[in-house]
């Protein structure tokens, strides 16, 4: 148990559908992060938040829309997705950006399945 | 460009010692993370480095070169619960990581 929540934890949806994964951090930490998981693949940042403002948009397609209302919640807003969308959602979590020794805690991730 | 590199895979007897490599290429250096990660669970914080040298944290240690750009796990009287993907990530001066691959790690009796 990290201190990081997501909900849910596997999700299957067709291409049509409009869904959304979320996160929760109890932690007491300022910034939150999206990052995709693939198969045989290095884990890719998608977004980052500092104080609830989106500070890195990592050329992500506008089919995924992050939202993150308080410093303890974040969401991902998923429409249209392609069957290559499929992977593993994980969210972290970590007090500041760039202060030493800030590691990042993760939540136990959303499986995604795009069929 | 960022490039990470660590092997896809070890293999590593019980009760031995097994060191993981991670070489690094990035345009900025603010620190170096390794995680690990069991099947199915989040990656969970092993060690952290930011200047030269080796830090030992019981039975794992990380050792750091900037110079090199290079970093090693270090893992001793391997048990079988060790068996998991371990993750070499880098800090970039914004303060996003920047991960490779993961190498998976997997103990035999």
């Known amino acids: 148990e990290t201190g990081v929540t997501q909900t849910p934890r596997h999700l299957v949806m067709g291409m049509t559908n409009k869904k959304s994964l979320k996160c929760e951090q109890h932690l007491g930490h300022n910034a939150m992060y999206w990052y995709k998981q693939s198969a045989k693949k290095p884990l890719e940042l998608m977004f980052v938040y500092s104080l609830e403002e989106r500070v890195e948009n990592n050329s992500v397609p506008s089919r995924f829309s992050p939202e993150c209302p308080n410093s303890s919640h974040l969401f991902l807003h998923l429409h249209t997705l392609q069957p290559e969308d499929s992977a593993l959602y994980l969210c972290a979590s970590s007090q500041g950006l760039t202060s030493a020794y800030n590691e990042q805690f993760f939540g136990p991730g959303t499986r995604l399945t795009v069929l | 460009g960022q490039n990470i590199d660590q092997p896809t895979e070890m293999t590593a007897t019980e009760g031995a010692i097994v060191q993981i490599n991670c070489t690094y290429q990035t345009s900025g250096f603010n620190g170096l993370f390794w995680y690990q990660q069991h099947a199915g669970e989040a990656p969970t914080f092993l060690s952290y480095?930011?200047?030269?040298g080796l830090e030992e944290k019981g039975r794992f240690s990380s050792f750091l070169s900037r110079s090199k750009g290079y970093s090693y796990l270090l893992l001793k009287e391997l048990q079988m619960k060790d068996s998991a993907s371990y993750l070499c990530a880098v800090r970039d001066l914004g303060g996003k990581l920047i991960f490779g691959q993961g190498t998976e790690l997997s103990v035999k009796p």
């Open positions: 480095n930011v200047l030269d």
